[in-house]
């Protein structure tokens, strides 16, 4: 009697670990798939004119799934991501009683499911790798190889005069569009895609194939060019030379050869470049151009791009019309809309306007957990994707806090939060390698 519980006990918990398995299976699978749906989505509307809307169920969908795997992991956890959102959606909810306004209110909660999916996927993540995180690093890579190819081939679709310019609409109008991004809808939120899928993929071929890495580079300028965006552009810069310069990890800080043969010839080019450039510049007519662009928009109007203006009229309204809770809780997007431009383009901002206190807050520890998961992996001697991470991390948070689109974007959203959890998965691993050594160690020296 005994061993037949027992037998039944042990093919209750196979059951359980194979189930367990086939969902983290199905959740990885999804986040892989997720840019290829926006694409497909950015087809039924760039092609037959239908918003479709299978981007957002699909992604709906997925969160659902991942939830679902928290509560089974954590109830704590749950509970606690559950009770931020609500925390979010309160300035909303105050807006929504005074304009009755459904459909914004509906819009202020898509929002916020946007803002908290890269943080939700890291958090699942993490729970994954208590018991593997082995699974998180392999399907992981899989997502990230594979998202490549989908980004790829839509900038290979745009060369070909096909889907949507960055700038402009479709591309089929040559005379007024600028840039391409294939099948993709959102325009800015492809340069965070960018950053990310070409970053990892800079980052695996200097671990394995240096000799493609230098074959790859021209093409990474290529790309960012081709998109357009001012972000994409100097984020090509940013990878290419940082990412060999974070892969000596444990020796970040310090001053190595790489670092000065990698940091030299950047500084020798660019001041012959000056030497060179300011005269053609003057020659032009370019240079007192920029001149007078400076002066009259400045340092911030530059960098900015003219969003400083937006944030300074938001702030006026602000001024007028904001009460006590909306200062506290925010406005909601939609309530924003009301009074001005219901997105400023500058994520913490934005989060601010739309969620008080706790959207600004929600944007602060996003960057703390991501910057200090990545930074002690990339401090790690054998961390596998900790300085990819960190460097992806520094270009997409500088991205946010000038032009906007990363931690608002729900395309960039799942594997953002994803290479992160990549990221504390190499910190796992890492530290049961330890402990396995000193267990043997230990076993060793009572022997």
């Known amino acids: 009697m005994f061993k037949l519980i027992t037998h039944h006990h042990r093919a209750a918990t196979t059951c359980s670990k194979g189930a367990?398995?086939?969902?983290?299976?199905?959740?990885?699978?999804?986040?892989?798939?997720?840019?290829?749906?926006?694409a497909i989505n950015g087809?039924?509307?760039?092609?037959?004119?239908?918003?479709s809307r299978l981007s957002a169920i699909y992604k709906l969908v997925l969160l659902c799934i991942i939830l679902f795997q928290i509560g089974a992991f954590s109830q704590k956890t749950l509970a606690c991501i559950l009770m931020g959102i609500l925390i979010l959606m309160m300035g909303p909810t105050v807006t929504l009683t005074s304009t009755l306004d459904v459909s914004g209110f509906f819009l202020d909660f898509t929002t916020v499911l946007k803002i908290t999916t890269a943080f939700i996927v890291f958090l699942y993540c993490v729970q994954v790798c208590k018991k593997s995180p082995e699974l998180v690093?392999?399907?992981?890579?899989?997502?990230?190889?594979?998202?490549?190819?989908?980004?790829?081939v839509n900038l290979a679709l745009g060369v070909m005069g096909f889907g949507f310019s960055s700038y402009g609409g479709e591309t089929t109008d040559e005379s007024t569009n600028i840039g391409i991004k294939g099948f993709?809808?959102?325009?800015?939120?492809?340069?965070?895609?960018?950053i990310l899928l070409f970053g990892t993929t800079l980052h695996l071929l200097w671990q394995k194939h240096r000799t493609?890495?230098?074959?790859?580079?021209?093409?990474?300028?290529?790309?960012?060019?081709?998109?357009?965006?001012?972000?994409?552009?100097?984020?090509?810069?940013?990878?290419?030379?940082?990412?060999?310069?974070?892969?000596?990890?444990?020796?970040?800080?310090?001053?190595?050869?790489?670092?000065?043969?990698?940091?030299?010839?950047v500084v020798i080019v660019t001041i012959v470049l000056l030497f060179i450039l300011v005269p053609v510049f003057q020659s032009t007519g370019l240079w007192e151009r920029f001149v007078w662009f400076y002066q009259k928009k400045g340092v911030i109007?530059?960098?900015?791009?003219?969003?400083?203006e937006f944030i300074i009229a938001a702030l006026v309204v602000f001024q007028q019309f904001a009460d006590l809770s909306q200062i506290l809780l925010g406005f909601g997007r939609s309530g924003l809309g009301m009074f001005t431009k219901d997105s400023m383009e500058v994520d913490p901002v934005d989060m601010y306007f739309w969620f008080g206190i706790a959207g600004l807050a929600m944007f602060m520890l996003l960057a703390t957990v991501f910057f200090r998961v990545s930074y002690l992996a990339t401090?790690?001697?054998?961390?596998?994707?900790?300085?990819?991470?960190?460097?992806?991390?520094?270009a997409l948070f500088s991205v946010s806090m000038i032009a906007g689109h990363i931690v608002t974007s729900g395309m960039l959203a799942p594997l953002f939060?994803?290479?992160n959890g990549m990221a504390y998965a190499d910190l796992c691993l890492l530290k049961n390698k330890t402990k396995r050594d000193n267990g043997e160690h230990e076993g060793i020296e009572t022997k």
């Open 212 to 265: 493609m890495y230098f074959f790859f580079v021209p093409l990474v300028f290529i790309a960012g060019l081709l998109i357009a965006t001012k972000a994409a552009m100097l984020a090509a810069a940013l990878l290419v030379f940082a990412i060999p310069l974070f892969n000596e990890r444990n020796r970040l800080l310090n001053v190595t050869w790489l670092k000065v043969k990698m940091i030299l010839p």
């Open 184 to 194: 993709f809808y959102a325009g800015n939120e492809v340069s965070g895609i960018f």
């Open 20 to 38: 367990k398995l086939a969902f983290t299976q199905l959740t990885f699978l999804m986040i892989g798939l997720s840019l290829f749906i926006d």
């Open 301 to 308: 109007g530059i960098i900015l791009s003219g969003r400083d």
């Open 417 to 419: 939060g994803l290479i």
């Open 43 to 51: 087809f039924f509307l760039s092609g037959l004119g239908i918003d």
């Open 379 to 394: 401090r790690q001697k054998y961390s596998l994707w900790g300085p990819s991470v960190l460097v992806i991390n520094i």
């Open 137 to 152: 690093e392999k399907y992981g890579k899989w997502c990230c190889q594979f998202s490549f190819v989908v980004l790829a």
